[in-house]
C-alpha cells in the first residue's frame, strides 16, 4: 500500500514537499516513482529513484527544480519541488515496481502498485 500525502496550494515560484509512505511489501525490493496527472491529460512520468537510492531519473519539464529522494528504514519517498509553475498543478502519484537494478524507467507500465494521488495546485 502506498499512501501520498502533502497536497497543497502553493504560489508560482514556490515550494512544496510530498511524501508517500509504504507498507505491506519490503520497500527496498521496489524502485518507485512520482507521476503527475493534470486535468483532461494523460499520467505522466515525473521522477524516479532505484531501490538503493543511487540512481535517479527526472522528466526534462521537472529537471533543475524537483529532487526524488527515499529513506528505506522509514519505507518512505518523497518529492522535494522548488520553482513551481502553474503547469506543474496535477494529481501527483507515487508508484512502486519490484527491481533490485541500478538502472530506473520512467513509463508507466513499469510500475505495478499505485497510492492514490495527492493534488498539487500552483496559482500564478
Known amino acids: 500500500q502506498l499512501q501520498a500525502s502533502g497536497a497543497g496550494l502553493v504560489q508560482a515560484g514556490g515550494s512544496l514537499r510530498l511524501s508517500c509512505a509504504a507498507s505491506?511489501?519490503?520497500?527496498?525490493?521496489?524502485?518507485m516513482g512520482w507521476f503527475r496527472q493534470a486535468p483532461g491529460k494523460e499520467r505522466e512520468f515525473v521522477a524516479a529513484?532505484?531501490?538503493?537510492?543511487?540512481?535517479?531519473l527526472y522528466a526534462d519539464s521537472v529537471k533543475g527544480r524537483f529532487t526524488i529522494s527515499r529513506d528505506n528504514a522509514k519505507n518512505t519517498v518523497s518529492l522535494q519541488m522548488i520553482s513551481l509553475k502553474p503547469e506543474d498543478t496535477a494529481v501527483y502519484y507515487c508508484?512502486?515496481?519490484?527491481?533490485?537494478?541500478?538502472?530506473?524507467?520512467?513509463?508507466?507500465?513499469?510500475?505495478?502498485?499505485w497510492g492514490q494521488g495527492t493534488l498539487v495546485t500552483v496559482s500564478s
Open positions: 529513484i532505484s531501490w538503493s537510492g543511487g540512481t535517479t
Open positions: 508508484a512502486a515496481r519490484f527491481s533490485r537494478s541500478h538502472t530506473v524507467v520512467g513509463g508507466t507500465n513499469y510500475y505495478r502498485w
Open positions: 505491506g511489501r519490503t520497500f527496498s525490493d521496489h524502485a
